[in-house]
């Protein structure tokens, strides 16, 4: 399993970071970041965006052809995540990896931490 740590601060330097390890140039234009991706790791796309008073949204619209964990260590104090899968599963944990909730497909998880 491949593992993408990221401990950028910043909205902007976290998909700096993502472009990197996804293998792709960055697209930026109107304060809306995105990835679009297809190569031997999978396809898709990532986008998100700095709203008002600090709040900022990732949205991942992805593939991959082998299981990956994405690590983003976020400084911001309070994160929802709104999760939908629409194929295979996703897990997500907050931290302590030895807990994973997992969302299977069609089903919708809402996260607070």
Same mark, same amino acid.
């Given at each position: ?30 304060? *809306?970041?995105? =990835? ?10 990532? +986008?998100?965006?700095?709203? /008002?008073? %600090? ?31 629409? *194929?295979?599963? =996703? ?10 909730? +997992?969302?299977?497909?069609? /089903?919708? %998880?809402?996260?607070?931490?």
């Amino acid at each position: 399993m491949k593992t993408i740590n990221i401990d950028e601060s910043g909205l902007d330097n976290v998909f700096e970071k993502m472009s990197e390890e996804f293998g792709r140039t960055l697209d930026s234009n109107a304060n *809306e970041n995105a =990835i679009v991706f297809r190569n031997e790791i999978g396809k898709g796309k990532i +986008t998100g965006m700095e709203l /008002q008073n %600090g709040t900022s949204y990732i949205e991942f619209d992805i593939v991959m052809t082998d299981n990956m964990k994405i690590v983003i260590n976020s400084a911001k104090k309070s994160v929802l995540n709104f999760v939908y899968c629409a *194929e295979g599963r =996703i897990g997500h944990s907050f931290g302590d990896f030895n807990t994973i909730n +997992t969302v299977e497909t069609f /089903q919708t %998880g809402i996260t607070l931490t």
